[in-house]
């Protein structure tokens, strides 16, 4: 079975991703990312959800596709395991600073 991360960023003392140390580790274990912009809250409510799946691995990919996908949660697999992780970790910091900026007034065209 392959493992399934759903954290976002990088290990900065080591200077890599999760997936290259999970990779330098594990070689022989199928690794993939789960990330999107999804709110467990709203899992939880049935609220309709679309994540992305990334692995090097198109089977590993495929096998946590079957194994989460249901009427309102949609899983799509990509390739760029990269990718996934710094637009995960990156669309956090812009979440951040909208809300800081939301939250000081500063917000006239963001309603």
Known sequence: ????SCSKGMVISHRKFL?????ERFPQ????VLSGPSFAEEVVRG????VVI????AQAAKLVQ???NSNVFRAYTVSDVIGVEVSGALKNVL????????GSGFCLLYT
């Open 1 to 4: 079975a392959p493992f399934v």
């Open 19 to 23: 997936s290259e140390i999970y990779g």
């Open 29 to 32: 274990r199928p690794y993939a």
């Open 47 to 50: 609220d309709p959800t679309l």
């Open 54 to 57: 990334a692995s090097k691995n």
């Open 66 to 68: 079957s194994a989460i």
């Open 95 to 102: 979440a951040i600073g909208a809300g800081i900026v939301k």
